[in-house]
């Protein structure tokens, strides 16, 4: 074969693989909820699909209606950044983690406190989890530590130590028996609930690990990091299986449908890219992204959060651009 034809085939083959990925649907928001001031660096779906709440920077946690759009209530105000929100497993309460170094607990839909940790950690509180049980509620935090808390008294259990430097994320296996941490080590690691103990294979990648998320079976960790990569992994070993790059752009967070067939990132371009998890193909954009030069479509900032929905038919975004929106999956 001449260099010529052999250079055209390799042409010809990059504009098929081009093409494949432009192929892959953009989607517009189904639902578009404004009212916060501020980042909105946290979203998550109720159990039952019925809420959606989300923590901002400016000190709010907002609770809405998943089918309306509809803000329900603001349910926290005035009280430092808040980083993190999570639905209890029963979603009768809901924590949130906050830059004022506390834990919140609040009840849904009344919104009312239930009870305050503070300080739960020394510096500010990143994320927070339940366990699948709700015995449990994990914290992490600037100051290098996860913490776990008994839910029935708000006492700590233990203090979990290892990164070197800010924890970022935590998440809790399907069966509740492992915990998953990332920092600003660029390390994603592995701790045994019941003895705190971490586990030996540590995964690592060129940037800050901003989420992590377990599979639905519980077989595979997916990771974003400022790197520009969403990472798969097996579990427990941590071995590398795929790598989703976004266009070298920073990824900040993560999450699998809960059939498992999906991995969604969201990044610093304004969307969030979902991927086939069994090949890595690219399935959807959610969104333009901001450099595209396109007509407006989604999110004009950095998705910071990002969760699906319990039945797997839509999702919740929070941003940068102070908007919380909603899409809708079902055709995809």
Same mark, same amino acid.
């Given at each position: +074969?001449s260099?010529?034809r052999?250079?055209?085939?390799?042409? +010809?083959?990059?504009?098929?693989?081009?093409s494949?990925?432009l192929?892959a649907?953009?989607?517009?928001? !189904? @639902? =578009? +909820?404004?009212? &916060?001031?501020?980042?909105?660096?946290?979203?998550?779906?109720?159990?039952?699909?019925?809420?959606?709440?989300?923590?901002?920077?400016?000190?709010?946690?907002?609770?809405?209606?998943?089918?309306?759009?509809e803000? =329900?209530?603001? =349910?926290?105000d005035?009280?430092?950044?808040?980083?993190?929100?999570?639905?209890?497993?029963?979603?009768?309460?809901?924590?949130?983690?906050a830059?004022?170094?506390?834990?919140?607990?609040?009840?849904?839909?009344?919104?009312?406190?239930?009870h305050?940790?503070?300080?739960a950690?020394?510096?500010?509180?990143?994320?927070?989890?339940?366990s699948?049980?709700?015995?449990?509620?994990?914290?992490?935090?600037? %100051?290098?530590?996860?913490?776990?808390?008994?839910?029935?008294?708000?006492? !700590?259990?233990?203090?979990?130590?290892? &990164?070197?430097? !800010? =924890?970022l994320?935590?998440?809790?296996?399907?069966?509740?028996?492992?915990?998953?941490?990332?920092?600003?080590?660029?390390?994603?690691?592995?701790?045994?609930?019941?003895?705190?103990?971490?586990?030996?294979?540590?995964?690592?990648?060129?940037?800050?690990?901003?989420?992590?998320?377990?599979?639905?079976?519980?077989?595979?960790?997916?990771?974003?990091?400022?790197?520009g990569?969403?990472?798969?992994?097996?579990?427990?070993?941590?071995?590398?299986l795929?790598?989703?790059?976004?266009?070298?752009?920073?990824?900040?967070?993560?999450?699998?449908?809960? %059939?498992?067939?999906?991995?969604?990132?969201?990044?610093?371009?304004?969307?969030?890219?979902?991927?086939?998890?069994?090949?890595?193909?690219?399935?959807?954009?959610?969104? &333009?992204p901001?450099?595209?030069?396109?007509?407006?479509?989604?999110?004009?900032?950095?998705?910071?959060?990002?969760a699906?929905?319990?039945?797997?038919?839509?999702?919740?975004?929070?941003?940068? %651009?102070? @908007?919380?929106?909603?899409?809708?999956?079902?055709?995809?």
């Amino acid at each position: +074969m001449s260099v010529t034809r052999h250079f055209l085939l390799i042409v +010809m083959l990059v504009a098929a693989l081009g093409s494949m990925v432009l192929a892959a649907p953009v989607l517009s928001p !189904e @639902r =578009v +909820m404004e009212g &916060h001031r501020a980042d909105v660096f946290s979203v998550d779906y109720s159990p039952d699909g019925q809420y959606v709440a989300s923590g901002a920077w400016d000190g709010t946690v907002r609770l809405w209606d998943a089918a309306s759009g509809e803000l =329900v209530r603001v =349910v926290q105000d005035g009280w430092g950044w808040v980083h993190s929100v999570a639905f209890s497993p029963d979603g009768d309460y809901l924590a949130t983690g906050a830059r004022d170094r506390a834990i919140r607990i609040w009840e849904v839909p009344r919104g009312r406190a239930r009870h305050t940790i503070q300080p739960a950690h020394q510096k500010r509180v990143t994320s927070v989890a339940w366990s699948p049980d709700g015995s449990l509620l994990a914290s992490a935090s600037d %100051d290098g530590t996860v913490k776990l808390w008994n839910t029935d008294n708000w006492t !700590e259990v233990r203090t979990l130590t290892g &990164h070197q430097g !800010e =924890v970022l994320c935590v998440a809790f296996s399907p069966d509740g028996e492992l915990l998953a941490t990332g920092g600003t080590d660029n390390t994603i690691r592995l701790w045994e609930v019941a003895s705190g103990n971490q586990l030996g294979p540590i995964a690592r990648h060129r940037g800050s690990v901003r989420a992590v998320a377990f599979s639905p079976d519980g077989g595979k960790l997916a990771s974003s990091s400022l790197d520009g990569t969403t990472r798969l992994w097996s579990v427990p070993s941590l071995t590398e299986l795929q790598v989703l790059r976004d266009v070298i752009q920073r990824v900040y967070s993560v999450g699998f449908s809960p %059939d498992g067939r999906w991995v969604a990132g969201g990044s610093q371009n304004s969307t969030v890219q979902i991927w086939k998890v069994s090949t890595g193909s690219h399935v959807a954009s959610l969104g &333009h992204p901001i450099s595209s030069g396109q007509a407006p479509l989604g999110h004009h900032g950095g998705l910071l959060g990002l969760a699906f929905s319990p039945d797997g038919n839509r999702m919740v975004t929070g941003s940068a %651009d102070n @908007r919380v929106m909603l899409w809708d999956l079902s055709g995809l």
